[in-house]
């Protein structure tokens, strides 16, 4: 058994716990956070070991009735691996750690790519990552984008694509964030820098974004052109989207109409936190315009990351290769609507 | 075991349904919807006999690809109890169904309380209900002030309640529903529809209400101000309160400060579809001035109702009293946080 | 003095009305409208003669102390030009009555370009409206999409304009309209209505554009590639798009991230109803990738279209040419910032 | 002429400037601002001398092609009195330079209430403030708060005000503040601190407030009950509020539901800014409950301070009274709807 240690344990961390939780080849020897909450209590109800991540506000949790497995360290220690889902930047402060306890270390998309020895994700370059100390799971936007590159790429080959990427402007639970009431081109530089994040997983695709943020908080969505260098028709790309485990084809006759249905569905079928691992793509918007491929999808930022997060951890480890890993997680998890 | 059929399988419908069958007494025989659409797939995969409420469009589930049970006659006939949990006002046209078979009704909060004999909540009026042949569920804001009324005027008496009701604008999955950017009087004049609504359950309660809709989707916040017959301390309203099954005190070291970060911990503690039955009150807010009690409450108004109408069903057939009612369903669905 | 009546006065009429006050070669001999409201009153203060639309609610106008100067179809006989201002698919219906009294007639942008004999945008092809009796001004976002287009494609030429056109779901005051939480792909099917709507002003201009409707309501915000013929550097499209009277390219130093400090920057300046009748383009993000050239601009879509209305008075009846209308439109609302 | 210097000039201070300049007894000598944006863009095209509130930060000014007059310490030195309309807190930071140059100052209501000798409301006590060195116009809420207790406080006595402050979250140009879809209790305990700040206008008057903040950005909006010591008709009240020159009752034929109307009337009569002055009460709204009042009124955030900033200036150099400087301000600004 893999032993998982998780630093950080908000929106990502406390997902990837439960994922890992989920598969038999690993498990989670606990979790750090840095004060008290909810999330903490939940944690403990959860079973999960509580490492505090600050030494000097251990205290805090035992006043809130929390009991401590211990300090981060010990967890570090411990852990063959470490899942960093800490906000972004701190990821870059805790390298160290890690590298003091020879452990190595995932991080989240937020920390830069020279961060780490090599981006991941596991559609596009699962074997490249073994034996890394420091790998970078790509974050939800990026995932999304590698999701749909991969395919296409190899099908039918990708001369540019060009990727508006409409985004949330906070997380369900954020509350100072904002947009209250605007759209704002973001960054307002063009292209911006998702594209070179998506050419960290393939560093010869010819790839412009523009990001803009706005008053949603459910998910964010991408309108997507693809110019191919072939052209098939709108339902040869259909097809091969279909036989993608990590992409779902919004069917016409579900009736969905943006982010909140989608949520609802992924409610009423069970899923736990109403999570969308996959992307969201809307079968009927897919279409072709010469060799112009159109689409619409929609990405969790909460969630798409986290299959992610519990196959780079085999493919660092070297337990499985790439299909294997993929099957494993998806299965364990429930992937597929 | 009761035999349940549920009219609408919407937003209030689908839960209802779930809850049912979570009971060891009753169960779900069948639900009927309009028209085919991602909950309807959705009805049909979990088991539910899926029949049409409208004979027209019946074809129209078939070319889904969703075999129908039959048509919604059928199981009105069939059902010792029927839940209606359609749209507001497609209740009442529903009655006359109702009465032709013979079946007794439970309606939602959004028809008229002339419609129906008496109007329903199981901390207010369960044993009022029995053998009647139609009822109504009040409304989750009702649902909400009645749960909390009814301690508040057992121990300390009130003498007069005046609640701002902040009302979410829509459902997270009611795209066309406003305003995206305004709060609104509504309804402007005062005091207004709330405070005859809840006087359905208690009839001698003083209470004035005002109304407003804002740009949000997660949950009603009430702000609440209660003038008490006696002055208690704001401990003493806080230990009444946290005896009530149904009232959630939020504590001090969550920190939750609104509605996001309680879906979320909703989410996390496993809630089916995030759902949060009980009165979410803040114990913080909880404050006396002279004997001026004040405190915020957040109702999930698209949950809160769920448990009320499994306690109906008892009620009206007569199966159970309040308390054994009230502990088998909080035991069945797992009230309490 | 051209003699006009507008038909509708609402968000369009009532800024069209303004601005043909305006100017030294027309004026508003009266205005319709269906009901009374503020706008009405406000109407009759600014002393434009009021109108019934509707024979049967002219009673409530005078209940109201509301003078109106007589029934709609007087005012379409008095005029030498209508501007019909009414919501979409009410101008289809008006047809007839102004075929009635041979009064040419000015539609919006809602109207089925179908309706008309031709379509109207001034940049585009203010030549070719003269005489004609049915003229479609084209809408707020097709507005903006051609007066982009005509220097692009006159001085470097276009390959293929591809756009994502991030919709706000409602006006400031329209407030039954969604979503309030949520990313809408609208229409769902690719490409979107809004390219063969440019194609009525540029018939043969290859553009594909996608719709989305987002919770903002201040303005439309449009991502835009275009593939050019030739390769200039962003410095000299950046030349060529500040030398257009209507393109506002804002400036760097401006600290403007977005509609809402657009529009501030507006009432600062003294704009009616703080009105941007620019396409607003962020100077910054104009960028060149190869022969793509990216950028977004802002369109306020409550008034860019009323210079064109005033325009394509003058077009219809001939009574300037393009360079003559403009400059004089443009010199008489204070064009420019 | 009164000599008015302006330090700030962002949303209050810009505002105040335009209105300061609107009056025939005083001018503006200048206004300070810490760095260049459209803001000092627009003062300079205005024609207001632009000082530099931060000596290190002059240079960008120019770098921006922005001449300025000076720093902050000779505007300072030449005023007779100075409007601090700096961010929250930084007023208090400012008070020793003032003191240094013996220039009078006003503060906002983002101000602590101890910072100053007294905090001013026209309305509420215009001759207590005379001669005073630090003087605190109070803030956009309290404003409106004073405004209608002080009318109800003389005519029928208050027993007790209640009032839910359903806060904006931010301006409409503040793209950073949330909520984006939440109803934040805010401050959670209660009462909130609204309720004191009152006290500083009417010591005595007996009042409890509670604050929420919600998704939206145009105006604050206040759910008010006052218990009365007497009990007058709805119809008393309203005859009594209308007499008030800074209360705008919302009559009901103007078909205003909300905030977004309430602006775009402002907009439609030519309100600089779309600025509402007056408090914006819904006349229908009005209403009588044995002895309890319940309304709702609109508070525009940006600007309803603005004629209060004027009289106060009037107010503390001793140059007209309560009566002349209200009704000189509201004259000069156009007040009344």
């Known amino acids: 058994m893999i032993q998982v240690g998780i630093n950080g344990y908000g929106t990502i961390g406390k997902r990837v716990a439960d994922a890992v939780r989920a598969q038999d080849d690993m498990e989670v020897i606990g979790v750090a956070k840095t004060r008290p909450n909810f999330e903490a209590e939940t944690a403990v109800k959860k079973g999960y070991p509580l490492y505090a991540a600050i030494e000097e506000r251990a205290p805090l949790f035992e006043e809130s009735g929390l009991e401590l497995a211990g300090m981060v ?22 390298k160290e750690l890690y590298d003091e306890y020879e452990t190595p270390a995932l991080y989240q998309g937020g920390e830069d790519a020279d961060l780490v020895d090599v981006s991941f994700n596991a559609r596009g370059n699962f074997s490249e990552v073994e034996g890394a100390d420091h790998v970078r799971v790509v974050s939800c936007n990026t995932t999304g984008l590698s999701r749909l590159a991969a395919p296409l790429e190899e099908e039918f080959g990708i001369e540019k694509m060009r990727v508006t990427l409409v985004r949330r402007g906070g997380d369900p639970g954020q509350t100072s964030r904002g947009p209250i009431n605007d759209i704002l081109p973001n960054p307002i530089t063009l292209p911006s820098h998702h594209g070179p994040d998506v050419k960290t997983i393939f560093p010869d695709l010819s790839i412009d974004t523009l990001g803009m943020k706005v008053p949603a908080t459910l998910m964010h969505t991408h309108s997507v052109n693809v110019s191919l260098e072939s052209e098939p028709t709108a339902d040869e790309v259909r097809d091969l989207l279909e036989q993608e485990s990590r992409l779902f084809l919004i069917r016409e006759n579900m009736n969905i109409d943006g982010a909140g249905k989608l949520k609802e569905l992924a409610h009423d079928i069970g899923r736990p936190r109403g999570d969308l691992w996959e992307n969201c793509i809307w079968r009927e918007s897919i279409s072709m315009e010469g060799n112009d491929l159109y689409l619409f999808q929609a990405i969790h930022q909460e969630s798409d990351v986290v299959p992610e997060n519990v196959d780079a951890i085999r493919a660092v480890l070297g337990t499985a290769d790439a299909a294997e890993s993929v099957a494993k997680t998806n299965e364990a998890m429930g992937m597929g609507i």
Chains 1, 2, 3, 4 share one sequence.
């Not at 360290?73 to 805790?94: F, H, K, R």
């Open 73 to 94: 360290e010990e967890l570090i220690d411990a852990a063959d691996i470490i899942v960093d889902a800490t906000p972004s930047g701190i990821g870059a402060q805790n």
